[in-house]
């Protein structure tokens, strides 16, 4: 999506009104089919652990959805006035608040846990300069009504086996637990200001201000060294030897480590736990999640791919306390890692171009159809000269619409009713020519396109 769907607003080339939004997505035919294949994979992984998709409204009133939202969220939305009603309407910011807002109402029903996934795009204002997109594609689930640390792994466990199903070559898990730095804080004598300036310094492991941040309010030298530690704590188990050694007999030092461990033991039952790094210092937002938190990462792209974690009070501030824990993945970014990674492959949309005379068209058509009931994507062209197209124009032709497939139709030869099929596999060679009868035709086709998926 990034390098071969958006389209970049450069004013040298076209007149201004003809420039779409900066942080907006044209995607053409070959990456939306690309994006939809994803998609469709993402979620009928999703699918055989139990996730049911929604579909989310694109838009909603302010008053309710900020309810659920951060001030940073809040202070990024697109915000318009309802025509009826002159409340304030939001286009869709955060698609997690929008399902907390559901299950919160009852939408939802009241089996729990609830396992919904859903597909969407999010809306929200980034600065140019910082190169984000304002319109973000997005694939994630949420698990309601579970507040165990099997729930917790489960989800991890969910997104490492995505990044596998689809072939992600390598990445890495940043598993850490917004509760040991918040419990660190609460305990240094921290004012409630300099706590919330020390959180904002710290998800921006900006050190040097977090350093500044600390030693303004006089704290103890250890109680300093340990808060800036913190960070750049990362590793395995020896992260969470260091935490406990940290936290003593302190309880509420030690309860977040204890959920962390756990969820790192179970998720060496479930064999990926190379991939996971343990970071005291993944954060993500301290105002959205109150327990574990994580993000994923891959050196093909500078900056994480998708992430999540636990938010038990969010539904609650929309009137019913519930605990929950889920993930999203950005889908340009997932794109683009996929693709630099060359693990895209064929979009499974090769379309077959099937060329005949008029006086063929019928036929040709009952054709068509029975391989696009076989699952063939079929371009059927008719030619209006009544006698068949030329084979070297036929191939021409093929080649000029980058089609690699090609159909002619024969008609009857020795009793059999039978095509020529031309493959164009490579524009410098001559097409390799076979006759297949009929009735063989949807399963030899399906077989060469398909074969690999």
Same mark, same amino acid.
């Given at each position: 999506?990034?390098?071969?769907?958006?389209?970049?607003?450069?004013?040298?080339?076209?007149?201004?009104? $003809?420039? %779409?939004?900066?942080?907006?997505?044209?995607?053409?035919?070959?990456?939306?089919?690309?994006?939809?294949?994803?998609?469709?994979?993402?979620?009928?992984?999703?699918?055989?652990?139990?996730?049911?998709? =929604?579909?989310?409204?694109?838009? *909603?009133?302010?008053? %309710?959805? #900020?309810?659920?939202?951060?001030?940073? %969220?809040?202070?990024?939305?697109?915000?318009?006035?309802?025509?009826?009603?002159?409340?304030?309407?939001?286009?869709?910011?955060?698609?997690?608040?929008?399902?907390?807002?559901?299950?919160?109402?009852?939408?939802?029903?009241?089996?729990?846990?609830?396992?919904?996934?859903?597909?969407?795009?999010?809306? /929200?204002?980034?600065?140019?300069?910082?190169?984000?997109?304002?319109?973000?594609?997005?694939?994630?689930?949420?698990?309601?009504?579970?507040?165990?640390?099997?729930?917790?792994?489960? =989800?991890?466990?969910?997104?490492?086996?995505?990044?596998?199903? %689809?072939?992600?070559?390598?990445?890495?898990?940043?598993?850490?637990?917004?509760?040991?730095?918040?419990?660190?804080?609460?305990?240094?004598?921290? #004012?409630?200001?300099? @706590?919330?300036?020390?959180?904002?310094?710290?998800?921006?492991?900006?050190?040097?201000?977090?350093? &500044?941040?600390?030693?303004?309010? @006089?704290?103890?030298?250890?109680?300093? @060294?340990?808060?800036?530690?913190?960070?750049?704590?990362?590793?395995?188990?020896?992260?969470? *030897?260091?935490?406990?050694?940290?936290?003593?007999?302190?309880?509420?030092?030690?309860?977040?480590?204890?959920?962390? *461990?756990?969820?790192?033991?179970?998720?060496?039952?479930?064999? =990926?736990?190379?991939?996971?790094?343990?970071?005291?210092?993944?954060?993500?937002?301290?105002?959205?999640?109150?327990?574990?938190?994580?993000? +994923?990462?891959?050196?093909?792209?500078?900056?994480?791919?998708?992430?999540?974690?636990?938010?038990?009070?969010?539904?609650?501030?929309?009137?019913?306390?519930?605990?929950?824990?889920?993930?999203?993945?950005?889908?340009? /970014?997932?794109? #683009?890692?996929?693709? &630099?990674?060359?693990?895209?492959?064929?979009?499974?949309? $090769?379309? +077959?171009?099937?060329?005949?005379?008029?006086?063929?068209?019928?036929?040709?058509?009952?054709?068509?159809?029975? !391989?696009? +009931?076989?699952?063939?994507?079929? =371009?059927?062209?008719?030619?209006?000269?009544?006698?068949?197209?030329?084979?070297?124009?036929?191939?021409?032709?093929?080649? /000029?619409?980058?089609?690699?497939?090609?159909?002619?139709?024969?008609?009857?030869?020795?009793?059999?009713? #039978? +095509?020529?099929?031309?493959?164009?596999?490579?524009?410098?060679?001559?097409?390799?020519?076979?006759?297949?009868?009929?009735?063989?035709?949807?399963?030899? !086709?399906?077989?060469?396109?398909?074969?690999?998926?």
């Amino acid at each position: 999506m990034a390098s071969v769907g958006r389209l970049s607003n450069i004013v040298s080339m076209k007149p201004l009104r $003809s420039l %779409i939004p900066i942080g907006t997505a044209t995607l053409l035919p070959d990456t939306a089919q690309h994006v939809r294949k994803l998609e469709d994979q993402l979620l009928a992984y999703l699918a055989r652990w139990g996730y049911q998709e =929604i579909i989310l409204p694109t838009f *909603e009133y302010f008053d %309710i959805l #900020s309810v659920g939202l951060s001030q940073d %969220i809040l202070d990024k939305c697109y915000k318009f006035a309802d025509r009826t009603s002159g409340r304030m309407l939001v286009l869709r910011p955060d698609a997690t608040a929008q399902i907390a807002r559901m299950v919160a109402m009852g939408l939802g029903g009241e089996s729990l846990p609830l396992r919904l996934s859903y597909r969407t795009t999010v809306f /929200r204002y980034e600065l140019e300069h910082r190169g984000r997109d304002r319109e973000v594609f997005q694939v994630g689930i949420e698990l309601l009504g579970n507040d165990t640390y099997r729930g917790d792994s489960e =989800i991890v466990t969910m997104l490492a086996g995505l990044l596998e199903a %689809i072939g992600l070559s390598e990445w890495k898990i940043s598993l850490g637990h917004v509760g040991f730095f918040k419990a660190l804080l609460s305990r240094s004598g921290l #004012s409630s200001a300099g @706590r919330k300036q020390a959180e904002m310094a710290a998800s921006h492991k900006d050190l040097p201000k977090l350093e &500044r941040i600390l030693s303004s309010e @006089r704290l103890p030298r250890k109680v300093i @060294r340990n808060i800036l530690q913190v960070p750049e704590r990362c590793g395995q188990q020896d992260v969470l *030897e260091w935490g406990k050694g940290i936290a003593g007999k302190d309880p509420q030092l030690l309860k977040p480590l204890h959920r962390l *461990e756990q969820v790192f033991q179970q998720l060496e039952h479930t064999g =990926i736990q190379q991939h996971i790094l343990l970071d005291l210092g993944e954060f993500r937002g301290f105002d959205y999640y109150d327990g574990v938190v994580f993000d +994923v990462f891959t050196s093909s792209v500078g900056c994480e791919i998708g992430g999540g974690g636990r938010y038990n009070h969010l539904v609650g501030r929309f009137g019913r306390d519930l605990s929950a824990i889920g993930f999203g993945l950005d889908l340009d /970014r997932l794109f #683009s890692a996929l693709e &630099r990674s060359g693990q895209l492959g064929s979009n499974g949309f $090769s379309p +077959v171009l099937l060329l005949a005379s008029g006086k063929q068209a019928n036929k040709t058509f009952a054709i068509a159809q029975s !391989l696009r +009931v076989a699952g063939v994507s079929v =371009i059927e062209e008719t030619m209006n000269s009544p006698q068949k197209p030329s084979l070297t124009w036929a191939v021409s032709e093929a080649r /000029r619409r980058g089609i690699s497939r090609l159909l002619l139709y024969e008609g009857k030869k020795d009793s059999l009713e #039978s +095509v020529l099929l031309f493959e164009c596999l490579e524009p410098s060679r001559k097409p390799k020519q076979s006759r297949v009868a009929i009735q063989e035709l949807p399963q030899q !086709l399906r077989a060469k396109i398909y074969g690999d998926f």
